[in-house]
């Protein structure tokens, strides 16, 4: 496979974002990946712990593009849904654990935002996911 080039997007003069990028420029097959919850396989959560959903959620992104032929540092851009903003904060130290051990220290674009409900009534993240994979030769 021949390497995806991605260019990190840092306008001059701003401050440099913590844990995200403000964009990204790739170029490569491009993969969306649909919200993804904190359920297993199965469709089963096996915590209630938003930092627990978190780490499920991004695995669960891993798997699927794992199926386009992609790693965690193909990802572009995630965008959370959260429904309790107090808790990721309350969280953040774990949030941030659980998302190294998933995705390395590769910050993508990143949008969060709070939301009144997931479709999934045990949900308490939902995470969708935009990858830029090599071009196959």
């Given at each position: 496979m021949?390497?995806?080039?991605?260019d990190?997007?840092?306008?001059?003069g701003?401050?440099?974002?913590?844990?995200?990028?403000?964009?990204?420029?790739?170029?490569?097959r491009?993969?969306f990946?649909a919200g993804q919850v904190?359920?297993?396989?199965q469709?089963?959560?096996?915590s209630?712990v938003?930092?627990d959903?978190v780490?499920?959620?991004?695995?669960?992104?891993v798997?699927?593009?794992?199926?386009?032929?992609?790693?965690?540092?193909?990802?572009?851009?995630?965008?959370?849904?959260?429904t309790?903003l107090e808790?990721?904060r309350?969280?953040?130290k774990?949030?941030g654990?659980?998302?190294?051990s998933?995705?390395g220290?590769?910050?993508?674009?990143?949008?969060?935002?709070?939301?009144?409900?997931?479709l999934?009534s045990?949900?308490?993240?939902e995470i969708?996911?935009t990858?830029?994979?090599?071009?196959?030769?």
């Amino acid at each position: 496979m021949n390497r995806v080039t991605i260019d990190f997007l840092q306008p001059p003069g701003w401050l440099k974002p913590r844990g995200y990028s403000n964009g990204t420029v790739a170029s490569g097959r491009q993969v969306f990946i649909a919200g993804q919850v904190g359920w297993d396989a199965q469709g089963r959560f096996r915590s209630s712990v938003l930092a627990d959903q978190v780490r499920q959620a991004l695995a669960n992104i891993v798997t699927v593009l794992t199926q386009a032929g992609g790693l965690p540092e193909h990802v572009m851009r995630l965008t959370w849904y959260l429904t309790n903003l107090e808790e990721y904060r309350a969280q953040l130290k774990q949030i941030g654990e659980a998302y190294r051990s998933v995705m390395g220290k590769h910050f993508p674009a990143m949008t969060v935002v709070q939301v009144v409900a997931c479709l999934e009534s045990d949900a308490k993240v939902e995470i969708e996911a935009t990858a830029v994979i090599p071009e196959s030769k």
